[in-house]
């Protein structure tokens, strides 16, 4: 039935994201050179093999099978981050609950996967919904907002803002393809903006970390020894690394240990001083690259919901990207959200390659049916 | 599978994945203007930034608490000293400093390689430990090399100072670095690794309370490692001292008695549980496991077969002999046994066609005599007239086979047999026939001295069991105190069944053996009233005619205390290998008068407590035991299980 060749793989794709995936295990060999996650990058390169092992595997199944089983992962996804606050379930690391330990060293984090399922699920649930011409109604509004929003409400409920923010692009990109209308966008963001203000009047609702990081992007030299000193690390780190940068393995900031965690979500500060604005440049631009020639598969797909799951992925790397790399550069407050295919770390890595099998799958189906 | 709602030439609009492409290129956009106005407007001024703005944590180490006698007399103190750290990191060229960096703290390159080697696997960031208690002269070293050398660095410690020649190394342990062993368990979950803690004793024990906390200075330094200001500092909070209720006086009596032999005395106040002292030997020396532990002093305590690191006030289990006859006796007359029975002794007597021997034809024996005489034969009838598990039941509430709780690491519970413990340890049913010998204290039963020394306080305070400590509760806030109660098991108070009759009776009968013809005479006290028990307890059963080597020779107890109503204090001695009980009455003889004369010192009164010959070893014990115990020494019944006359049996 299906014709699907390997010649119709995105090998161009997959060829700048693997540039970035070495530049990334390059930097995270060089940040952590001096300290103890020294051996990092090793541990890098075996997540980056899973991933793409993975990736291929994706990218066989037929997404519509995805879909069909898009409500069935929801639900499984919403009472894994229900028991992952129970105690008992929930291991709790450093004061939040978010993984569920299976034993023997084995954890597992369930809001890293939903973002997988939202993608597919809000595919699914714009199914018939969406399509040139096809304007949403203040219903489908509502129950996409739920599908969202309730998950999103777990994760801050462990608490884990950064994971639960990256939700909301699926969101954003459902409503904006799915065909929501413009005066029902409007009057959300009016909704949400004095909902916001009460929320911001009221002070309380953000925990007093939380407040202390928006007080020190406000005013670096507020909290010269918290969230105020990793903005003001960070910033000298890109700042000293000038035009060119220190080079490889001599960021004086990265390596005589003054940034913090230069290896997940500062990683791009240590790439900055390390490499300069020209390197950092040139990461910026692979970024750009991978984004269009991923909305350019997105245009080719071949009916509505393999658009969608490509533009769902679209969003959640647009929006990582620019809160992280904005976050180095003291444009956005500090979140703990790593930046895609450069950040240390299993998850994001195996989040990002089984996202990209689906993109894979979806362009090789362009001409089925 | 046919996607029905979707026809194939249907599509997202094309005009919103066109915007999308656009929305991406201007938040890259954006983000390169931010990296231009920092990277390429800012970068000079960030470059002196990172030039001179830079903060490095020193950290600055809490003295470990002191620890003093219960009179506020220092044991353990701290002194002042140096170290020199290597910083790993901060070195371009280790190997080529390393000729410079021997000569100046005069230490050879091979000994810097052997750190560097041991301390592989730690992370780069973690200054290494190069060498502690560094002199001035070397300091000056380091001081005068800051630029060329920036890899060391000095830190002020407070180091152990622990009581010379191992003076109550068992009660106050010692402390060393953490091991990676440690770093796993939860109560270690806050310590890093090279912090020194607590690894046994009250060092230990309390080593959350004696540890205080540690605090940092954040230096700013230069890129060459300069210190040129200070951004902030946390003072460290200096750990608690901690006072013993241990009294020095009566410690180094202790001590001095046990000089030269192995085993154990426990001092103990029966109506508080504090104890008075606790000394085992052999000892070690603490202050060598606080500075860096040489390989041959670890291989000499190795080497030892006696064991010196093991408390055997807490950690020795041995069969307690005929000082269980007290408990025996307590047991019988509660149970209205003993009251009634009169036995004839001719030197033992056959139960369940074996037959238990007794040293001497001590003829009608009844309760009164009967421990004084310590007539085995009588006990063997009370014994098969109790039962096992009503011996059970008794010692167990005096606390043998129990842990006592006492506030030290790794105490052992000893063990008291009973029916259910031999279905349960060795899957087999009691014969009737092993609760004779239970009855003098032989067989399955193991008891540590300070079980003993505990379990004569609960009967000769009436009837109170308290829980044995080392540290002063009134020193202790009460969440500290519960907490302590807590980690250890057996805690509060319990009382035993005991009637006031029976106790004057056990307590009278005590008497007897520090009488002149007791088993004890040769420790009577002129003038103090000083009572107890002796024991002799055969260590193996299966002796060869003639075996003279020292492992078969009996374990030596005995369990005192003065007065003999109400006592202020009891003793319990346990010499391994003494050969008979009378050789430990005569230690524990040595802590009483040590008390006594310092209760009389006290009080004003000058008249001293004439002082026991001291026992030397077992050059001159051997001598009294063979000599015709029945003319010039008093019967010793217990030398009953003396290696000789238990060939006959």
């Not at chain 1, 916001?196 to 202390?212: N, T, V």
Request: glycine share 10%; hydrophobic share 45%.
């Amino acid at each position: 039935m299906a014709r699907i060749r390997y010649r119709d793989f995105d090998w161009t794709l997959l060829g700048f994201v693997l540039t970035l995936s070495l530049i990334s295990v390059l930097e995270i060999r060089s940040a952590t050179a001096m300290t103890k996650f020294h051996g990092f990058h090793t541990k890098q390169i075996l997540f980056l093999l899973v991933g793409i092992a993975l990736m291929f595997v994706a990218s066989m199944v037929d997404y519509h099978r995805l879909l069909d089983i898009a409500y069935i992962a929801y639900g499984v996804s919403i009472v894994s981050l229900v028991a992952v606050l129970i105690p008992h379930i929930g291991q709790k690391v450093l004061g939040a609950r978010r993984w569920i330990n299976f034993g023997g060293g084995v954890h597992f984090q369930p809001s890293e996967w939903v973002k997988l399922v939202l993608i597919i699920a809000m595919a699914r649930f714009l199914w018939g919904r969406a399509g040139e011409g096809k304007e949403l109604s203040w219903k489908d509004v509502g129950k996409a907002c739920a599908l969202v929003l309730v998950p999103m409400a777990l994760v801050l409920k462990q608490p884990d803002l950064g994971t639960g923010l990256t939700y909301f692009p699926v969101l954003v990109v459902g409503m904006f393809l799915g065909g929501m209308r413009a005066r029902q966008a409007g009057i959300i963001l009016l909704g949400l903006l004095v909902l916001g203000g009460i929320g911001f009047a009221a002070g309380k609702r953000l925990k007093p970390y939380q407040q202390k990081r928006i007080d020190a992007f406000i005013n670096p030299d507020s909290d010269p020894k918290g969230s105020g000193y990793q903005i003001k690390q960070s910033l000298i780190a890109v700042g000293s690394g000038g035009v060119w940068g220190k080079g490889a393995n001599q960021g004086s900031q990265t390596q005589g240990d003054f940034l913090p965690i230069p290896y997940t979500d500062f990683i791009f500060a240590a790439f900055c001083e390390e490499h300069g604005f020209v390197g950092a440049t040139l990461v910026l631009v692979l970024y750009f690259l991978i984004l269009v020639r991923l909305i350019q598969n997105a245009q080719t797909a071949s009916d509505p919901p393999g658009t969608l799951l490509i533009m769902g992925l679209v969003g959640i790397m647009l929006f990582q990207i620019g809160i992280n790399i904005g976050m180095c550069i003291g444009l956005m407050p500090v979140t703990g959200i790593p930046l895609p295919l450069m950040s240390y770390g299993g998850s994001s890595i195996i989040f990002t390659f089984l996202a990209l099998g689906i993109v894979m799958n979806v362009r090789m189906r362009r001409f089925v049916n | 599978m046919e996607l029905e709602n979707f026809r194939r030439e249907e599509k997202l609009p094309p005009q919103k994945l066109a915007i999308a492409q656009y929305v991406v290129a201007a938040v890259l956009l954006a983000l390169v203007a931010g990296m231009w106005r920092l990277s390429v407007l800012g970068a000079d001024s960030y470059r002196v930034l990172a030039e001179q703005n830079r903060v490095r944590k020193v950290p600055v180490l809490a003295p470990r608490g002191k620890i003093f006698d219960r009179e506020g007399r220092i044991i353990v103190d701290n002194y002042p000293s140096v170290s020199c750290y290597l910083l790993r990191e901060q070195t371009k060229n280790l190997d080529a400093d390393m000729p410079r960096i021997a000569e100046g703290l005069h230490m050879t390159v091979d000994q810097i390689q052997a750190i560097l080697k041991r301390y592989a696997y730690a992370p780069k960031y973690q200054p290494l430990p190069l060498k502690q208690d560094i002199t001035p002269d070397e300091q000056a070293f380091i001081e005068a090399h800051r630029t060329e050398l920036p890899e060391l660095q000095t830190l002020d410690e407070q180091r152990r100072l622990y009581p010379r020649d191992g003076f109550m190394a068992h009660v106050i342990g010692y402390v060393g670095e953490v091991s990676e062993n440690d770093l796993k368990q939860t109560r270690y979950a806050f310590y890093s690794p090279g912090d020194v803690v607590g690894k046994s004793g009250i060092e230990e024990s309390y080593d959350e309370e004696l540890r205080g906390q540690d605090g940092s200075r954040d230096v700013i330094v230069n890129s060459h490692g300069k210190e040129v200001g200070l951004m902030g500092q946390e003072l460290a909070k200096p750990g608690r001292d901690l006072y013993l209720t241990i009294d020095l006086d009566l410690q180094k009596a202790a001590e001095r008695a046990l000089e030269g032999k192995t085993g154990a005395i426990v001092a103990m106040d029966p109506h508080t549980g504090e104890i008075l002292a606790m000394a085992s030997r052999p000892t070690f020396d603490p202050n060598q496991f606080a500075v860096r532990l040489s390989k041959a002093y670890w291989q000499s305590i190795l080497d030892n077969p006696d064991h010196p690191l093991l408390n055997k006030a807490i950690q020795a289990q041995v069969a307690p002999g005929s000082t269980f006859k007290v408990i025996m006796t307590m047991a019988g007359l509660q149970e209205n046994v003993a009251q009634n029975l009169t036995v004839s002794c001719n030197g033992g007597a056959t139960f369940y066609g074996h037959f238990f021997g007794c040293d001497r034809h001590h003829g009608f024996v009844d309760i009164h005599n009967a421990l004084p005489y310590s007539c085995d034969t009588y006990y063997y009838t009370l014994a098969n007239r109790l039962g096992i598990d009503t011996m059970a039941r008794y010692a167990n509430s005096v606390g043998v086979g129990v842990k006592t709780g006492v506030d030290l690491p790794e105490e052992a519970a000893g063990t008291m047999p009973s029916e259910q413990w031999k279905m349960k340890v060795m899957h087999d049913k009691w014969y009737a026939g092993e609760t004779i010998s239970v009855g003098i204290g032989q067989g399955a039963i193991q008891a540590t001295p300070l079980q003993m020394a505990r379990a004569l306080s609960g009967i000769a305070s009436g009837g109170v069991l308290r829980r044995p400590h080392l540290v002063m509760d009134k020193e202790l806030s009460a969440d500290e105190l519960s907490a302590v109660k807590q980690t250890f098991p057996g805690s509060g108070e319990k009382t035993i069944p005991l009637t006031p009759e029976n106790w004057q009776i056990i307590t009278d009968d005590m008497a007897g053996v520090t009488g002149p013809i007791g088993t004890a005479a040769e420790a009577h006290l002129e003038g103090v009233d000083f009572v107890g028990k002796t024991g002799t307890a055969d260590v193996v059963s299966g002796r060869k005619k003639g075996d003279h080597n020292r492992n078969t020779i009996p374990n030596a107890w005995f369990v005192g205390m003065t007065p003999r109503r109400n006592p202020d204090i009891v003793v319990a001695v346990l010499w391994e290998h003494g050969y008979w009980g009378n050789n430990s009455a005569k230690l524990a003889a040595q802590v009483i008068t040590a008390f006594v004369n310092k209760q009389r010192e006290k009080a004003g009164n000058l008249v001293k407590v004439a002082a026991v010959k001291p026992q030397v070893g077992l050059g001159d014990a051997a001598p009294a035991a063979d000599a015709n115990s029945a003319t010039t020494t008093p019967a010793d019944p217990d030398a009953a299980h003396s290696p000789a006359k238990k060939d006959n049996e």
